[in-house]
C-alpha cells in the first residue's frame, strides 16, 4: 500500500506531538493500524518485534521501518522526521531551560516528568494487552515469551545474551510453519 507523502509525514508527525515518555510504539500501533488502517496487527506485530531486537531507538526503527513500506524510501525518510521533530525541538527548548534555570528535586518540572513516565507506562500496557492474544497464539510462543520474561526480566540476563539464545529458538520453532506458508503448494508470497 502505498501513501501519499504528505499524508505519511502528517500521520507520523501526529505521533511525534504526542509520543512522549516511552509510548511511541504504542502511538504508532494506534494511529498506523486501528485509526488509519494502513497495516495489519499481524504486520505491525512483526514490524515491532524486528525493531525491538535491532540496534538502536526502537520508536525510531519502527517509524522509519513502517514509512519505508507504505512510501519507499522517502516514506522511510519521512516518517523518522515526522516521529523526530517534535521531541528534538522540545528536548532543545526544555534543554535551554533547564540549563537556564536549573532543577531542582521536587520541583514542579520534576513532577510533570514523574506524571509523563506514568502515562507511557499505561500506554504501554494497554498496547501490549491489546496485541497479546494476536503475539500469544500458541503455546510455544507463549513459551518463548515466558522464557524471556524470567531470563531477562526476572533473572536479568543482558539483553544480548537472551537475544543469541532465543531468537534462534523462536526461528528453529517457527522455521516449519514459515517453509509450509512460503511453499509453491499453499501459494507465494510477492
Not at 502511538?27 to 498506523?32: G, R
Not at 488502517?37 to 531507538?57: D, H, N, V
Request: with cysteine; charged share 10%; proline share 5%.
Amino acid at each position: 500500500m502505498k501513501i501519499p507523502r504528505s499524508k505519511l509525514f502528517w500521520a507520523f508527525l501526529q505521533v511525534g506531538l504526542v509520543a512522549f515518555g516511552g509510548g511511541g510504539q504504542a502511538q504508532l500501533y494506534q494511529a498506523i493500524v486501528r485509526r488509519r488502517g494502513w497495516m495489519g496487527e499481524r504486520e505491525f506485530l512483526e514490524t515491532a518485534a524486528l525493531c525491538r531486537i535491532l540496534p538502536g531507538p526502537v520508536f525510531a526503527n519502527t517509524a522509519a521501518h513502517i514509512g519505508m513500506r507504505l512510501g519507499g524510501v522517502v516514506g522511510g525518510i519521512l516518517a523518522l522526521l515526522g516521529v523526530l521533530t517534535p521531541g528534538a525541538l522540545l528536548m532543545f527548548l526544555l534543554s535551554f531551560a533547564y540549563f537556564r534555570f536549573g532543577a531542582r528535586p521536587g520541583s514542579l518540572a520534576e513532577s510533570a516528568l514523574d506524571g509523563v513516565a506514568a502515562a507511557a507506562i499505561g500506554l504501554i500496557l494497554a498496547t501490549m494487552l491489546q496485541q497479546a492474544p494476536l503475539a500469544l497464539n500458541s503455546l510455544k510462543a507463549g513459551g518463548l515469551a515466558l522464557g524471556v520474561f524470567l531470563t531477562y526480566g526476572l533473572l536479568h540476563w543482558p539483553l544480548l545474551l537472551v537475544l543469541l539464545l532465543f531468537v534462534p529458538l523462536g526461528m528453529a520453532l517457527y522455521w516449519q510453519e514459515a517453509a509450509e506458508a512460503w511453499s509453491p503448494e499453499v501459494g507465494s508470497r510477492d
